[in-house]
């Protein structure tokens, strides 16, 4: 298989020889999110029993907005705050990517509020910080909510990055939403963190190999898994992609990982489009996921 499919693929798809660099989508914010937890406090913590600061809050009864005579007595907010500190160990990162080289663009719903709108394949969205707890998510054909394609819930954990990966395909009834949890630690100057997530439905189980090298930098790598980080010198490298075990390249990716930054691999799309449910050649789209600023 892997011979013959290659030299078709390299004759036939050089142009697919590319790097999709996403930092972010625009209009894809996701902040619709943000209000659809009812455990969210809004931005500014003032929830109605919290003390802003300012002594403006409703509980206060010093009259004149000092601390003195607050209502907890030690001049501090009364313990419903999420202030800044302790509301980001509360939060988690979350972004949303459409991997399912068959399914049309597509509306996500989070907690029966309209969040994306008409989302293509390979988009990788920004990402949010959400109050962790759980979040009933829908997503359904662009346009078209009856036309169902996902219907289940979704939980985010505090202090945690994740991507949520719809994958698989419509055709066979294996389309998925995923989580991937994301590393976003720092990254040391110089240095390059990066990672694989194979979305390729008909792709087997590959290994990825710096050109002209031999030893792997993932290895047997199957669909719907991700490998685990590697940390290499930053800069410019060509990356091959080749069926596990194997020694020829199914597709071959110039990519640039800058020293400081984190990213992930998104490995989309068919290996043989002109065979599959949709004409959706192999590609990588490669995420910035910390860093890079």
């Keep these: 298989m892997a011979t013959e499919l290659d030299t078709e693929r390299t004759d036939r798809r050089d142009s697919v020889k590319r790097r999709r660099v996403v930092s972010g989508a625009a209009g894809l914010a996701l902040v619709a999110l943000a209000g659809c937890g009812g ?11 919290d003390t802003n ?14 601390d003195g005579d607050d209502m907890d007595g030690n001049g501090t907010d009364d313990g419903n705050e999420t ?3 302790d509301g980001a160990d509360e939060e988690a990162l979350v972004r949303v990517v459409h991997a399912s080289p068959d399914a ?3 509306d996500v719903f989070v907690d029966d509020e309209s ?18 707890g759980e979040y009933a998510v829908r997503i359904t054909a662009a346009g078209d909510a009856d036309t169902v394609v996902f219907d289940d819930t979704v939980a985010v954990e505090a ?8 994958l698989g395909e419509l055709n066979d009834d294996s389309f998925e939403v995923r989580a991937f949890a994301d590393d976003v630690s720092a990254v040391a100057d110089g240095e390059a963190r990066v990672r694989l997530v194979h979305c390729s439905p008909d792709a087997p189980a590959v290994d990825v190999v710096p050109a002209g090298g031999s030893d792997p930098l ?12 590697a940390t290499v010198p930053g800069g410019a490298y060509t990356l091959e992609v080749r069926p596990a075990g194997g020694d020829t390249a199914a597709a ?18 068919y290996l043989d489009p002109e065979s599959a449910a949709a004409d959706e050649p192999f590609d990588l789209t490669l995420a910035v996921d910390v860093g890079g600023e």
């Excluded at 600061?53 to 000092?66: K, L, Q, R």
């Excluded at 202090?159 to 719809?166: C, E, I, P, Q």
């Excluded at 071959?252 to 990982?257: A, M, R, S």
């Design 39 to 49: 455990n969210a406090a809004d931005e500014n913590g003032t929830n109605g029993n």
């Design 53 to 66: 600061g300012g002594g403006a809050d409703g509980n206060d009864t010093s009259g004149d907005g000092t």
């Design 83 to 85: 202030d800044g500190e």
């Design 104 to 106: 049309p663009n597509v």
């Design 115 to 132: 969040t994306l709108q008409d989302v293509p394949f390979r988009t990788v969205s920004e990402y949010l910080s959400l109050p962790a």
């Design 159 to 166: 202090g945690t990055a994740s991507s949520l990966v719809a």
């Design 218 to 229: 993932f290895a047997d790598v199957a669909f719907g898994e991700a490998s685990d980080h």
């Design 252 to 269: 071959t990716f110039d990519v640039e990982l800058a020293g400081g930054t984190a990213s992930t691999g998104f490995a989309m799309g």
